[in-house]
């Protein structure tokens, strides 16, 4: 046994605190690395097995199956035939091909040119992609561009992760080291060489990574496994799972790669920080460690705050905490860290929560079915179908016609008059997107066949009991009447071609609209401009429809009866009324729906599952700071023992001791929480201003949606409280243990220790 190595290991078992302590920082580092790349490469396990395609071709057909099987590009394919008779083909293809979507365009070109030989069907063939699983493969040119953002980000999250572990393992060996400065000195004066003193030390940092990096290993694999249980109980998976056949493959991934990659990189930082703290041990001449005093008592000033605060005890603790600024700065920044990235996860997290909400409160249904239906008898059938199918709660319809007046745009061209006819159900979920009950009924509205004024001019519209303007009418004529007279001059603008190959004729008449109540509504995140006026829809039917013409666009504000039957409800929706959901049909003239409800629930149980993971990388960079920070409080109250007892010889009190420990403590948290909060107001600033230029650089004064979207100055405040009151309660646990204990020694026997 060489003599670095006999002298380090007595030291590992003679001070077995510090020992711990530096075990704990490596294995608490070690931790936090392997969690974030296990949680990576579970991420894409998860997205390679829930979906387990580059692209999937539903609908199809054993002759597409063929072609696809021989398209350039494709490296594999595989076909399954499902219980309809249809095909499911699942495609991966070759790093080599520029733009994998180009076989769907070529697919639709051949099916549109030669349909006998594709035998698909328009109506039910689609296709899905799973972009992500591309990127990882690096399928395409814009596979390869994201791979590049995602390995930027996630090197960034590295890069950041290695500067704070590096802290906390340097910091740990810096105070080890620190306070044996003398015993050093020592041995250098009676023959060790510097090479040796610097070999103590790395050897030391060899014998605790042997126990702290293997504890690091373990805890952060389980750490993945109880993370991704804890994710799996949202439901996350069942909601981006292409199919739940595929959820029994979806689980943890540890790649032996990256574990190694893990232990490797932990190492070498353990070396460096013994190494460079052995380096800057051996720059002072034996005499100078030897007489030096570890902790050189600095000048505090006569009036400071902690003094007027506290008084003398306030002096003395600032004394002790500023004996050691490098050693004090340190703790402050790894514990402001942490109250500060748990405080701006909490903050992003939450203000993607309010965006989320206040987005789909203003929407006020669960889906809204489109369709360019050109007169009301046939949307009426529909929604008399949607309601008695007992799928749905309720179902609104909502027809819309453009309306000109010089009031609305008087010196602004840009705004702009709707008239909005709506049955019941969709007032009054109008009414509730704009969060406004106090107005008139719907019953009051159809009585006095008025219509409530939505004022977005912020009042620039006088006060009247009626607004008068133009509505365009627009009825269908045949196509023959459109070729033959849109091209004549007298007749410019006057016919135009519509969707699905319907034709119309424009007509410009004269309307007045009477006036029941206005609601001066702030301008929204969307920036409306004019106004809107609503009315009954059988004021439509029973009297203006023969000015304002026949339905062009008519929308259905459904809502479900039961969420437990929300695919059934869908599936009735594309099957018995035609509809195609918006992403994946946009097919012109056709019948489309927006299903918000299966979007919300999507970006809610994505925002409840990200709470969970940053739930645990934040306890983790908490554990970081808190190790820290009972590393610095219980080696400096050891390395004052002596100290300690001598002013307790001089007339201090147990009571006066515990107090000043208090008080070092408070400064500790106090200065970390203050500024985290100075950290997280920056924050904040900058997700205001990021959601202001997302919502056309909106006004928040002037949106109450927007407002209601905008994280508080003040709303840090709790978390960092919080986080500030579990860091405190550490440190007196910390500091009064070891205190406790001294009181059970002799005052002899106090001053004459050497830690």
């Known amino acids: 046994?060489?003599?670095?190595?006999?002298?380090?290991?007595?030291?590992?078992?003679?001070?077995?605190?510090?020992?711990l302590l530096t075990i704990s920082s490596i294995a608490v580092a070690v931790t936090l690395m392997t969690f974030l790349f296990c949680a990576f490469t579970t991420y894409i396990n998860c997205i390679s097995k829930g979906a387990p395609y580059h692209i999937r071709l539903d609908s199809a057909t054993t002759e597409l199956a063929d072609y696809v099987k021989d398209y350039p590009g494709v490296k594999d394919s595989y076909s399954e035939k499902l219980s309809d008779g249809s095909y499911e083909i699942r495609v991966f293809f070759d790093k080599n091909i520029v733009n994998p979507f180009d076989m769907i365009r070529d697919i639709e070109t051949l099916q549109e040119k030669e349909p006998d030989r594709l035998k698909l069907?328009?109506?039910?063939?689609?296709?899905?992609?799973?972009?992500?699983?591309?990127?990882?493969?690096?399928?395409?040119?814009?596979?390869?561009?994201?791979?590049?953002?995602?390995?930027?980000?996630?090197?960034?999250?590295?890069?950041?992760?290695?500067?704070?572990?590096?802290?906390?393992?340097?910091?740990?060996?810096?105070?080890?080291?620190?306070?044996?400065?003398?015993?050093?000195?020592?041995?250098?004066?009676?023959?060790?060489?510097?090479?040796?003193?610097?070999?103590?030390?790395?050897?030391?940092?060899?014998?605790?990574?042997?126990?702290?990096?293997?504890?690091?290993?373990?805890?952060g694999i389980g750490l993945t496994f109880l993370a991704f249980r804890f994710i799996a109980s949202t439901e996350l998976l069942e909601t981006y799972v292409s199919d739940p056949k595929y959820i029994a493959d979806m689980g943890v991934s540890v790649k032996p790669l990256l574990i190694l990659i893990c232990a490797v990189t932990c190492l070498v930082w353990v070396l460096f920080s013994a190494y460079g703290t052995g380096m800057r041990i051996i720059k002072k001449s034996p005499i100078q460690a030897i007489t030096e005093r570890s902790n050189t008592i600095k000048k505090v000033r006569k009036g400071s705050l902690w003094g007027l605060l506290f008084g003398w005890t306030g002096k003395m603790a600032t004394r002790n905490n500023h004996r050691q600024p490098k050693r004090y700065i340190i703790t402050i920044l790894a514990l402001t860290l942490s109250i500060t990235l748990f405080t701006a996860f909490s903050l992003i997290l939450s203000t993607a929560d309010n965006i989320v909400r206040q987005e789909f409160d203003m929407i006020g249904s669960d889906i809204i079915l489109e369709s360019y239906i050109t007169n009301y008898e046939e949307a009426d059938t529909i929604n008399k179908k949607i309601v008695s199918s007992g799928l749905f709660k309720d179902c609104g319809i909502n027809t819309t016609f453009s309306f000109d007046s010089d009031i609305i745009n008087k010196n602004d061209l840009n705004r702009y008059g709707i008239i909005e006819y709506v049955n019941r159900e969709s007032y009054n979920n109008t009414l509730r997107s704009l969060g406004t009950v106090n107005t008139i009924s719907y019953d009051e509205l159809l009585s006095g066949g008025k219509y409530l004024m939505l004022d977005y001019t912020d009042d620039i519209i006088p006060e009247g009991n009626s607004i008068s303007g133009k509505v365009i009418k627009l009825y269908e004529v045949k196509e023959e009447e459109y070729i033959r007279e849109h091209d004549k001059k007298e007749n410019k603008g006057a016919y135009i071609a519509g969707r699905s190959e319907k034709y119309f004729k424009r007509e410009i008449n004269e309307i007045v609209l009477p006036i029941a109540d206005r609601i001066s509504v702030q301008r929204s995140i969307y920036e409306m401009r004019g106004a809107v006026f609503v009315a009954p829809i059988e004021l439509y039917i029973n009297d203006t429809r023969d000015i304002v013409g026949d339905t062009k666009y008519v929308s259905f504000d459904i809502n479900y009866k039961d969420y437990k039957i929300h695919d059934q409800a869908v599936h009735w929706?594309?099957?018995?009324?035609?509809?195609?959901?918006?992403?994946?049909?946009?097919?012109?003239?056709?019948?489309?729906f927006n299903d918000f409800y299966s979007e919300r629930h999507k970006i809610n149980t994505t925002i409840v599952a990200l709470k969970y993971s940053l739930l645990f990388v934040g306890l983790l960079i908490g554990a970081i700071a808190l190790v820290n920070l009972v590393n610095i409080i219980s080696t400096g109250i050891a390395n004052r023992k002596s100290e300690i007892a001598s002013m307790l010889c001089l007339g201090m009190t147990p009571k006066q001791l515990y107090r000043m420990s208090f008080i070092e403590c408070l400064q500790y948290v106090f200065s970390s929480a203050f500024t985290s909060f100075l950290l997280s107001t920056g924050v904040i600033f900058i997700l205001r201003k990021m959601i202001q230029s997302v919502y056309f650089d909106a006004d928040i004064s002037n949106s109450t949606k927007l407002s209601g979207m905008m994280v508080k100055f003040t709303d840090p405040l709790p978390t960092i409280?919080?986080?500030?009151?579990?860091?405190?309660?550490?440190?007196?646990?910390?500091?009064?243990?070891p205190l406790r204990n001294m009181q059970k020694e002799s005052l002899v026997d106090q001053i004459r220790s050497v830690e």
């Open 1 to 19: 046994m060489t003599f670095e190595s006999l002298l380090s290991r007595r030291y590992i078992f003679a001070q077995k605190r510090h020992s």
């Open 121 to 219: 069907d328009p109506d039910k063939f689609s296709f899905k992609d799973n972009f992500v699983y591309m990127a990882f493969d690096m399928i395409g040119d814009s596979g390869k561009t994201a791979m590049v953002q995602y390995v930027a980000l996630f090197y960034i999250v590295i890069l950041f992760l290695a500067f704070a572990l590096r802290l906390i393992i340097d910091t740990s060996f810096e105070v080890s080291a620190k306070e044996r400065e003398k015993q050093f000195g020592v041995l250098q004066s009676i023959g060790a060489s510097p090479k040796q003193i610097v070999g103590i030390i790395t050897f030391e940092g060899l014998l605790l990574s042997a126990v702290g990096i293997p504890l690091g290993l373990i805890f």
């Open 573 to 592: 929706l594309e099957t018995e009324i035609g509809a195609r959901n918006a992403n994946y049909s946009d097919e012109p003239g056709s019948m489309i």
């Open 721 to 737: 409280l919080i986080a500030s009151a579990v860091a405190l309660i550490a440190a007196l646990i910390t500091s009064y243990i």
